[in-house]
């Protein structure tokens, strides 16, 4: 299983290089969006030398959490910039681990205690449910 994750982080992180060079199609780039396309690159090309208790903390957050997973997931690609450049896959998914868990304990219902389940929505802060007592909220910019 740790093998299928990391093939994945290896692909999620080349398609988030590619969505720039997309974006380049139509405005050029700017400098920060071009080291952002090589800063995608370098995380892909060094996955393979993250450790694998990182790689196995990140799929155990996947397999537990996978709605807060994939917003965390798409929270950390768009926060890669100039103020967040990770200069390895471990730093990439150390970080992301650490937001995970944040999402986790920021997102209990405040009314029954159960977790708060994220719906992704684009463009749009994301809305938070709760499957039992039915609370809703949206997450603050």
């Known amino acids: 299983m740790t093998h299928e994750m990391t093939a994945e982080l290896k692909e999620r ?3 988030s290089a590619i969505w720039f060079l997309e974006k380049g199609e139509h405005s050029p780039l700017t400098d920060e969006e071009k080291r952002s396309v090589k800063t995608f690159y370098t995380l892909e ?5 993250t ?6 903390h990140m799929l155990e957050l ?3 959490h996978p709605e ?6 798409l929270t950390m690609v768009a926060r890669v910039s100039d103020k967040f450049r990770p200069a390895t896959a471990g730093e ?10 944040h999402l986790v304990e920021k997102t209990k219902c ?5 977790q708060l389940k994220p719906e992704i929505r684009l463009l749009d802060p994301p ?6 007592c039915g609370f809703s909220a949206v997450a603050a910019n």
């Open 110 to 114: 405040p009314k029954c205690g159960d």
């Open 127 to 132: 809305r938070f449910h709760c499957g039992t």
């Open 45 to 49: 090309e060094s996955v393979d030398a």
């Open 92 to 101: 990439f998914v150390g970080s992301l681990n650490d937001f995970i868990h």
């Open 13 to 15: 992180l080349h398609y």
């Open 51 to 56: 450790s694998a208790t990182v790689i196995e």
């Open 68 to 73: 807060l997973f994939e917003l965390g997931f």
């Open 62 to 64: 996947n397999e537990k």
